[in-house]
């Protein structure tokens, strides 16, 4: 257990990697981003038709100033086409958005496939920065002979001159290219929550230990949809995520991203506000790690500390585990309110099933983590 904590504990690709140039990083500002792909942008209880336009992203952008999210993403679609990324569709006024963002505390990241970057990338940078978009996600590079990983790190240095920070999405695994270039937030390269009935516990658990390890990963967990293995029958109305719902809530305490994808329909996460209100009060980016369980591909509890919260994280595999976490990494002589969302007592039939707990803790609170097959356990101590 204590090999498997050092995996991802590690931290050799980082250690490794040439330093930042000791320049101003003070404008990115990593954070949490409402997806509209993976929901396919199904909107139900509007009077608007819903689909890549204006109404559609003005909803989007409420319910991220609703919950006090900095980004949401505007994906395939948003362009006159993928290859006129200049101009917006003709449905969608983007520059009424951006100033409808601007006025709500919300910014808007672009989608954009490489190719489109790499025939203009200074214009298209420049465009971009003038019109007040903090970042984009680029796709669908797919490959990683010289020309590639050459082409990664013009990007970045050309985003960087112009403030964008990136996601590389399509992309190789992290190789280190994130430490030279912290505007580079994080990467896909990863089986995700994009593929569906695919994306199950038994290959997901093994990532904090084998590609997590290596850099952050842009993984897209958030659904609301839970669902046990054999039921999940994703599809573009009604996408669903394999694993309870605590199992995905407490994968934005497990799996790192600076920039972390909410992937569900802001539909649903409404519907579901105490999940919603925990996910989005979640960090992205951390000042300290403790490892409490770990086997390798089975289960993992992590603790991640931001200023003087706590947050705890558990997932396991197709069986259920049951443990006992000591809390002895809280500050001792004082108490402090856990809020945590476990598995139901129904979640191994019924994967939405959760329940959520109230209690005072202190240090020396030790706590009984009981997780359903393919559940999970969140909690958020302050």
């Keep these: 257990a204590e090999k498997d904590a050092a995996l991802i504990e590690n931290e050799l690709v980082w250690l490794l990697a040439e330093p930042a140039a000791d320049a101003d990083w003070d404008w990115v500002k990593p954070g949490l981003v409402s997806w509209d792909w993976w929901n396919g942008m199904r909107l139900t209880g509007v009077d608007f038709r819903a689909g890549r336009n204006t109404e559609s992203y003005r909803y989007y952008i409420d319910f991220a100033a609703r ?11 948003w362009s006159a086409s993928t290859t006129d990324v200049f101009h ?10 951006i100033a409808y963002g601007r006025e709500r505390n919300v910014q808007i990241v672009l989608w954009l496939t490489w190719l489109a970057v790499e025939k203009d990338m200074d214009r298209l940078f420049a465009t971009l920065e003038e019109w007040g978009i903090p970042g984009v996600k680029i796709d669908f590079m797919d490959r990683s002979d010289q020309w590639m990983v050459g082409y990664y790190e013009r990007v970045m240095k050309c985003a960087a001159r112009h403030r964008l920070f990136v996601d590389m999405h399509g992309s190789y695994t992290p190789k280190g290219l994130y430490r030279t270039y912290p505007n580079l937030l994080t990467y896909e390269g990863v089986l995700g929550m994009e593929q569906g009935a695919r994306c199950k516990p038994e290959n997901s658990n093994w990532l904090p230990f084998i590609r997590n390890a290596v850099g952050p990963m842009d993984f897209t967990p958030g659904s609301m949809f839970s669902a046990q293995p054999e039921d999940n029958r994703s599809t573009g109305a009604n996408p669903m995520g394999t694993g309870t719902r605590a199992y995905q809530m407490a994968l934005y305490v497990v799996f790192e991203s600076p920039l ?3 992937a569900d329909n802001p539909v649903l996460y409404r519907r579901e506000h105490p999940c919603t209100e925990f996910l989005a009060a979640v960090p992205t980016t951390w000042d300290s790690l403790r490892v409490l369980r770990a086997a390798c591909g089975r289960e993992v509890v992590v603790a991640r500390r931001k200023g003087d919260k706590w947050y705890v994280g558990g997932i396991t595999n197709d069986r259920p585990y049951t443990t006992e976490i000591a809390l002895d990494f809280l500050p001792v002589g004082r108490t402090f309110t856990m809020i ?11 994967a939405t099933d959760y329940r959520k707990r109230v209690r005072e803790v202190d240090a020396s609170t030790v706590v009984k983590v009981e997780m359903v097959r393919n559940g999970g356990w969140a909690a958020v101590i302050e």
């Design 67 to 77: 919950y006090g999210i900095p980004y949401i993403i505007m994906d395939e679609g």
């Design 88 to 97: 917006p569709n003709p449905d969608l006024d983007l520059q009424e958005l």
């Design 260 to 262: 972390q994808m909410l």
């Design 340 to 350: 945590s969302f476990e598995d139901g007592v129904n979640a191994d039939l019924q």
